[in-house]
């Protein structure tokens, strides 16, 4: 790549372990990644992965709940690869804590928290990648620039002792709707992907062993957001569902 | 009713002027109520108009967006009608302002605050009457106590221009869906109205006035509640949608 | 009534013991009805009893799956009413065998028997009614005239097993909701159930009898109708659930 | 391949002009393909391009709304490729006419024909696919078997005019949702796209010119099921939408 021409890079935000991982060395495949977490810690052995693999990553420890945080990741990522730097594909992936306690059991902190934090992020996220999708994509060889938010079966339906997690998926799916409907039209593709089952991750290690491919796969997650950005614009997926073939729906 | 007997109210937020307005008569045919708005002057005129009905209303100028403007309303309703006081019917009809900016155009405080204020105030309210419809309805000459929340056409799409207000509706549809699971075996009957299309009040005066009946009437919102809270637990619907018989959907 | 006057019924596809007895009782409240199902024996107790509540009703055995059953009764309501009678609401409540046996175990016959059936009955049911239901309720006393169908929660999911029942009710919903689209402008209201739950009729005796209450109550579907039925046309609802208060959902 | 592994197939009905070739020409990149359609005559130029292509291509005329000529293009597949052949991915892309005439304008073949040739002719590939699906993908190198069906907008709405359209959609949909529940947990991936859009196809010609990419691109529907094909069972999408960009939806 000539110093001129602007960098291209795929952002994800809850790129810990497990899927955040799977989708940032996914799209480490076609683009230098962007990875932010919130603790170094888990993203320091998935950036040297990436490089190993001789992929191009920078990590950046971010609250993206909190803008001035999600802002210094734009700002540390502009100082690295350049003012003009330009993102094809960017995905939200942040996980937050929710209670299962009974409504009247519940703290409004911990009833409201993951849909305040959830819908922070998805905000601040958003708010920072869109500017630097816009214009892309004029480029008839490149893929349009995709913005892919994880969501759930409680994105769906509001289930009994689920609707602090529930509020906060169909928050999010508002929004992905929303931008979808906005910013298609400008050639950005936003999608919300479905997750209906557990992930096969190292948190859910003992469920389900008795039944290989009872998990969904990071990487197949991987795989499909992958496959959302390769969509060209007369046929953007807006949403889809990934379920374990077994999984009861 | 003798002294021992404990008081059984319905209780409005929202009962400001329009819907709410005519929610606060209909029920005022069945049980004493309790009005809840922002602003004391929308609430005396129609505290004047249920009395001179041979009604019984008290009104309390109250933020259901904060827990403590909240709490206090209950206090001032324990206060007057006995601490024993009982809710047969919560109605959450709360409007919110939101931006119909552009998303990069919207700050946080514009894009989230309809969230924000919807999601406190549905939380809120419904944390405070819950604990006095449990154990209600035992007499089976009584509806069962039924929770209410008014949504709209936004709850189902999040539409192009309208993420601030798709958040705020979507999310209150999954606490909706969340506390009918979770309460609907606790024998209270918790529902969700999909109102799609303009309602008739004094603010879309001008709007459709070529065409008669194209506006939703408040009335007849108010009727629809009444006819959930009357439902039996045998068959309690949890959600239906009233639109005028012109409108396009 | 003049002789003059034109006659205003309603008209109850499907009205054999349980529900359609429920429905035709309370509509029997407020018009003469006319009863369709397929025997005489299940019609002769029900227009006894509504006789002897003061009502008025005609029945027909009849098969609206058949063209020719269905129009005999058309023709032989208006022998009896007058050829200018009018329906104010008519009521889809026919039921239909379908398999629960596997997809490659049931034959065409079995899997397809359903499908063909319903949507026979319901589009040969609708012809029939719509034309006597226009121009209706021009008078602004009377209500809206109504065309109802009964759904159940296939009409939403195709279950495991339940292809044969899912695609018939999947398909009435359709044509519910392209009639209300159709019909609504004209002023007809076309509304849909979606009845989520065991009905508690003669045949379902036995089921839950631990837990009362349950079962779905046929008057409670056959108010809900009703109700329906009073809708002004500012605000109609085209679907509502009805599922007992413990069911899971 | 030697001559005792049995062939392994797709199988696509409806592979005439536009989408059905379209696909038809992506699985003949992996598979050899059996290409099903009324009309010899649009098959041939398709066989001679996946030929020329160093594909390999069996075409039958079928009527598969016709059990018995849709069994004997099972017959003659065997007979041609062995009695043992395999189906990795079976495509149901059938288009059939519909009516948009007004309800009461409209003779019962035209309003219903739409429906019972698409669901007899879901029903009848899908009773020839899925014997040849079953116990495939066992191997743990190739894609689990899928069946596929192609649905639309009217899948979801049953639009005014567009009953006719909508009750072949929506039962098609129940049949994929409940097929998907049965044949899942027996490794066979059942997947529903709902086609949003008009596609770019000859007949579509002069559409939307003014608007690059306006129109869904045949070769990314076929791009789209070939990726849901290509799943690993841990991570079934059952069911994902594709519309142009600039769509208003």
């Known amino acids: 790549m000539s110093p001129t021409t602007p960098k291209t890079i795929a952002i994800i935000a809850g790129a810990g372990p497990g899927t955040g991982a799977a989708i940032a060395r996914r799209f ?33 420890p971010t609250d993206v709940t909190d803008i001035s945080s999600m802002n210094r990741a734009v700002a540390d990522t502009k100082a690295q690869l350049g ?31 993951s849909l305040q934090a959830t819908v922070n992020g998805a905000y601040n996220f958003s708010q920072a990648v869109l500017p630097l999708m816009l214009g892309s994509g004029s480029n008839e060889q490149s893929h349009p620039p995709a913005l892919i938010f994880t ?24 929004m992905a709707q929303s931008l979808a409907r906005e910013f298609g039209p400008k050639g950005i593709h936003v999608a919300h992907a479905i997750v209906d089952g557990i992930i096969d991750t190292e948190q859910t290690k003992g469920f389900h062993e008795e039944m290989p491919g009872s998990k969904i796969s990071p990487d197949q997650i991987a795989e499909a957001y992958w496959y959302l950005h390769t969509q060209t614009k007369t046929s953007f997926t807006h949403e889809l569902d990934l379920r374990p073939y077994c999984e009861s729906w």
């Open 28 to 60: 480490a495949r076609g683009y230098p990644v962007v990875l932010l977490a919130r603790s170094q810690a888990s993203l320091d052995p998935l950036v040297r992965d990436i490089q190993k693999n001789n992929g191009s990553a920078l990590a950046f």
């Open 83 to 113: 003012k003009d730097v330009r993102v094809a594909a960017a995905i939200f992936n942040m996980a937050s804590k929710f209670t299962r306690k009974g409504f009247l059991d519940s703290t409004p902190e911990e009833y409201l928290g």
């Open 151 to 174: 969501g759930a079966t409680a994105a769906l339906k509001g289930g009994n002792g689920l609707g602090s997690f529930a509020m906060s998926k169909f928050a999010v799916r508002a």
